[in-house]
């Protein structure tokens, strides 16, 4: 048993050189390699709009409940999950049955 864990957060969905046509291809690549580095679980945000610390805010941002079931193909062991969840964003109902 592993007494200590992993996670990695996957801030931005943006990589230099990569066009956003190919961001899914290019955060399902990172997610693939992070598992395969160690990592025992794969976060991501639920932002409408980049935070600053993290990019600009036009940045572009992938809705987190469908990128995680887009994930889960590219990963084995993993654990997948939001970081938080903005539950004024979205019907509750609706967010009850997403997650």
């Not at 690549?29 to 580095?37: D, G, K, L, P, Q």
């Not at 600053?52 to 654990?79: F, N, Q, V």
């Not at 539950?87 to 509750?92: C, E, I």
Request: aromatic residues 12%.
């Amino acid at each position: 048993m592993t007494l200590t864990r992993f996670g990695f957060n996957i801030p931005s969905f943006t990589y230099p050189g990569v066009d956003d046509s190919d961001m899914f291809s290019a955060v399902c690549a990172a997610a693939a390699t992070a598992e395969n580095s160690g990592f025992d679980s794969l976060w991501v945000m639920d932002h409408f709009h980049q935070i600053p610390p993290m990019g600009p805010d036009h940045e572009p941002m992938l809705e987190p409940y469908t990128l995680l079931a887009g994930l889960a193909p590219w990963t084995r062991t993993a654990r997948l999950g939001a970081l938080v969840t903005g539950v004024t964003y979205r019907n509750p109902a609706l967010l009850a049955k997403t997650v």
